[in-house]
């Protein structure tokens, strides 16, 4: 059974920093491609960052995080993370980790398995 959990979401002022985690089990980790999306109230469910498996760990961002937000992973852990900086207001969401065992990217569709997610408020 494939699971994905996230963890370290919180509250934090605008301008501060968080590192999400998300640890993967029940699958081949190293060869699935890793993706963050997040879900604010009221609205769709948005790409955040991905990594692939191959291409040496190829990232891509959503321009609304790109210079912010640093995706990486641990293949020997299983886990991903989503470290974010300079954290804004609208930051604020559900964060979602999710699996692919094709090439990822923003497409939401294209994910088999998602985490719970882990609330991250950001406080003006």
């Known amino acids: 059974q494939v699971q994905l959990v996230e963890s370290g979401g919180g509250l934090v002022q605008t301008g501060g920093s968080l590192r999400l985690s998300c640890a993967a089990s029940?699958?081949?980790?190293?060869?699935?491609?890793m993706g963050w999306f997040r879900q604010a109230p009221g609205k769709e469910r948005q790409f955040v960052a991905a990594?692939?498996?191959?291409?040496?760990?190829?990232?891509n961002y959503a321009d609304s995080v790109k210079g912010r937000f640093t995706i990486s992973r641990d293949n020997a852990k299983n886990t991903v993370y989503l470290q974010m900086n300079s954290l804004k207001p609208e930051d604020t969401a559900v964060y979602y980790c999710?699996?692919?065992?094709?090439?990822?990217?923003?497409?939401?569709?294209?994910?088999?398995?998602w985490g719970q997610g882990t609330q991250v408020t950001v406080s003006s």
């Open positions: 999710a699996a692919d065992a094709g090439s990822g990217g923003s497409n939401l569709r294209a994910y088999e398995y």
């Open positions: 029940g699958l081949t980790f190293s060869r699935y491609s």
């Open positions: 990594i692939v498996t191959w291409n040496s760990g190829r990232t």
